[in-house]
């Protein structure tokens, strides 16, 4: 973008005094040369594991980041952010972690990959994943396909937890 040189004379050009010749400014724009790409966009193509921001391991119940200086990680069953390996760990309590361990076990077995519900033989973290690049998918983002999942065994614990409270009524 070219600033006219009339504007800038009228803004700033002092009575009586003589500046240097002034010159037209020219702004370029260009892209961050650190700029990444969309993290879960190249997730989806990477088909070497990505390390991303947590211990391989902790992926299993949190989701991550790709950028590995970001600190934020979130709970897969209860999506409670945390900023360190303490949060994590201190969310122990929480108990969503059975909770997930209990519903990873019904899903296992259906053998669809759960990043993109394609039939596969292949495991990790106690889940069917077709290909490296659904881990990958897996460990920065929460996928559709177990969203669902995610949804249904909610419902089901509410009902059942309504059925007992029900239940405790009558007796
Ligand atoms: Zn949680
Ligand atoms: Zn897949």
Redesign the pocket.
């Given at each position: 973008m070219a600033v006219p040189v009339a504007l800038i004379r009228q803004l700033c050009y002092p009575s009586g005094y003589r500046l240097p010749k002034l010159t037209r400014l020219e702004y370029k724009w260009k892209p961050a040369e650190a700029a990444k790409p969309y993290s879960v966009a190249l997730a989806r193509v990477n088909p070497t594991p990505m390390q991303g921001n947590l211990p391989n391991d902790e992926y299993r119940f949190f989701v991550g980041k790709y950028e590995k200086t970001w600190m934020a990680s979130t709970?897969?069953?209860?999506?409670?952010l945390f900023h360190n390996v303490d949060g994590r760990k201190r969310?122990k309590d929480?108990k969503?972690k059975e909770k997930l361990t209990r519903l990873y076990a019904r899903i296992l077995p259906n053998k669809r990959c759960v990043a993109c519900n394609a039939v596969t033989t292949r495991e990790y973290w106690g889940l069917p994943f077709c290909s490296v690049v659904c881990e990958n998918t897996w460990r920065f983002t929460e996928p559709p396909v177990f969203r669902s999942y995610l949804d249904r065994e909610k419902k089901q614990l509410e009902a059942e937890r309504l059925f007992r409270e029900a239940n405790a009524k009558v007796d």
């Open positions: 709970c897969r069953w209860c999506g409670s969310h929480a969503c």
